[in-house]
């Protein structure tokens, strides 16, 4: 009987992660989008190497979330979901609908989508 259930358990559970990756795949952003995203990197990633990632795709970062990895960015250039995949993304998604992934602005990135701190400028400019 507890063979049965844990290779039941076992189906559910790879079933849940195909459907999931399905839905992933499918609510991806096309390679022309611009305007708001939300962008998934590995969850490892230091925060500077994702700023990194993110300002030499041509995106602008807008806020972090409470989510190890994701962060919400402004695409200004075509092709910048085609390169935030090359830099390392793992998914570029359509902005959250709701404001419950952000910080509320308490995170080291603006919440301003227009603004571009002096931090965030320098950075663009390279190493020093």
Known sequence: ???RLVLLGCLVLIGWAAAMASMLSAAQLPPSSSGRATVAFPPDWP???ILSATLNAGARPIRDT???GVTQVSLDDLGSVERLKALGAWLVLPPVPFEG???GGCSWMTPDADAAPPQIAKLRAGPL
């Open 47 to 49: 925060r500077e190497s």
């Open 1 to 3: 009987m507890s063979r």
């Open 66 to 68: 409470w989510l190890p």
């Open 101 to 103: 992934l952000g910080l």
